[in-house]
């Protein structure tokens, strides 16, 4: 059965489609399968994977509206074990219609149960927003992953965060523990940088766990999704993609399964 982990930040800009996409890759490339669900109508995970959006026949978008299944959306990609569910503008209609659907916030959590059981690992890349589609991403997620951009303002809005993981524990019944904190664009060379880790580190004290791997700001990790590539497919060597292939790795061992190498 798949974890389905929600990459989740109402702040845009802080690395959560970059960490959808590479992580996903570092771990399909670890012989985990995995598929990358797309929530965001920008359709940045998409694109990085060299899916054209606009071309694709069924989306998150159809699945949601009842129009098609997951595994008619699901796309494959050139890595092996590596599957997209894609997205596209299309999908910004949906937070008012779905607002009109009895049982609304739980229709992507019912998607997946028809396939999780085809992977160990589920990412949904969530939109910048704390609406509905957010909602239904924390419903469906077993776990979130929060990355935060080390900068000065890094911990704004994050108590609205955390209020809205609360609220959809406590009164929709669907606890989504925070399986970890990602420190991203970092730069450890500088003092803001070191300032914000430990900010980060104080903030969330022993009740969450702070990835011990952090995530460099690395030009490299930007110019991927202009090729169509995850990063660690479009420079291995790159520090960013050495970075998510760290970030698998933790996380494999953090899940107690085989290879932590
Ligand atoms: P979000 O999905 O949270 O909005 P993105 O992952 O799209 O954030 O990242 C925002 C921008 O920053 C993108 O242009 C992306 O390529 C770039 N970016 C993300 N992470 C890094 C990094 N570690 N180093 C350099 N650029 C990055
Ligand atoms: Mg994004």
Sequence with gaps: ?????????????????????????????????????????QGNATTGFGIQKNEVDSTIYSV??????????TVSTDISGLDVV?????????????SKEVGYHTIL?????????????IFIDVPPS??????????????????????????????DLLEAIGLVERRLKSPSPIKGILLTLYDSRTR???DVYSNVKEYFGQSEYVFKTTI????????????????????????????????????????GTVDSK
């Design 64 to 73: 949601l509206t009842g129009n098609s299944s997951v595994e008619d959306a």
């Design 1 to 41: 059965m798949a974890e389905i982990i929600a990459i989740l930040n109402q702040k845009g800009g802080c690395g959560k489609t970059t960490t959808a996409v590479n992580l996903a890759a570092a771990l399909a490339l670890n012989d985990k399968r995995v598929l990358v669900v797309d929530m965001d109508p």
């Design 109 to 121: 959590e019912l998607a997946m149960e028809s396939v999780a059981e085809n992977y160990d690992y």
């Design 216 to 255: 460099p700001r690395n030009v490299t990790l930007a110019e991927a999704p202009s090729h169509g590539k995850p990063c660690i497919i479009y420079d291995e060597e790159s520090s960013g993609s050495q970075a998510y292939v760290d970030l698998a790795k933790e996380i494999i061992k953090i899940d």
């Design 130 to 159: 704390l609406g509905i589609l957010t909602i239904n991403c924390l419903v469906a997620a077993n776990s979130v992953i929060i990355p935060i951009q080390a900068e000065f303002y890094a911990l704004e809005g994050m108590a």
């Design 86 to 98: 894609p997205s596209n503008i299309a999908l910004s209609g949906a937070e008012i219609e779905l």
């Design 192 to 194: 803001l940088g070191r």
